[in-house]
């Protein structure tokens, strides 16, 4: 059975830094391109950032282009999202997902997510 | 970045009937668009993928048309369970982007 569990997610100051994670079980997670989606209360979906299977390719919103850096550990079947110079706007629970095997999108499975709250 | 305009922003049926939602990108993105289901506090779900192919395990009463810029999305006869909020979402080119959503509520 595929699970995505994120992890990490607090209340954190404005420029402040946090780190998520998102710990895959169930599938061959070095062969899957992974995505970070995310909402802010009461609001839709934002996609924030993927990295492809072998981390090569690495493509980010411009929303959080130069702030957030994505990467993973295949061998530790992790995904994390650093995120520093965080903002108010930042806050949302985050998704980690993976993507189709055929194309680059987030699919059919996604972790329960993870509340980041930026608030001084 | 492609726009994805999605109609309505909420509606209100009763249980039994038809229920269509709109999604137009605004580029042409072939097929490539899926339709999520999200209840409150859960993570989306998938339900339709290259626009009209069915997830596995999702009701048949949940159907997907359209390519190029124009789709829509339909729930053949409309459930209690079915209330929720829907997203469309183009992946042809990153970043991919979602439609504002549509509330679905039982009259």
């Known amino acids: 059975e595929v699970q995505l569990v994120e992890s990490g997610g607090d209340l954190v100051k404005p420029g402040g830094s946090l780190r998520l994670s998102c710990a895959a079980s169930?599938?061959?997670?070095?062969?899957?391109?992974m995505h970070w989606v995310r909402q802010a209360p009461g609001k839709g979906l934002e996609w924030v950032s993927s990295?492809?299977?072998?981390?090569?390719?690495?493509y980010y919103a411009d929303s959080v282009k130069g702030r957030f850096t994505i990467s993973r550990d295949n061998p530790k079947n992790s995904l994390y999202l650093q995120m520093n110079s965080l903002r108010a706007e930042d806050t949302a629970v985050y998704y980690c997902?993976?993507?189709?095997?055929?194309?680059?999108?987030?699919?059919?499975?996604w972790g329960q997510g993870t509340l980041v709250t930026v608030s001084s | 970045d492609i726009q994805m305009t999605q109609s309505p922003s909420s509606l209100s049926a009763s249980v039994g009937d038809r229920v269509t939602i709109t999604c137009q990108a605004s580029?042409?993105?072939?097929?490539?668009l899926n339709w999520y289901q999200q209840k409150p506090g859960k993570a989306p779900k998938l339900l339709i993928y290259?626009?009209?192919r069915l997830e596995t395990g999702v009701p048949s009463r949940f159907s997907g048309s359209g390519s190029g810029t124009d789709f829509t999305f339909t729930v053949s006869s409309l459930q209690p369970e079915d209330i929720a909020t829907y997203y469309c979402?183009?992946?042809?080119?990153?970043?991919?982007?979602f439609g504002q959503g549509t509330k679905v509520e039982i009259k």
């Open positions: 169930g599938f061959t997670f070095s062969t899957y391109s």
């Open positions: 997902a993976r993507a189709f095997e055929y194309r680059n999108s987030p699919g059919g499975y």
């Open positions: 979402q183009q992946y042809d080119i990153l970043p991919c982007t």
């Open positions: 990295i492809s299977a072998s981390s090569t390719y690495k």
């Open positions: 580029h042409d993105i072939t097929k490539y």
């Open positions: 290259d626009a009209s």
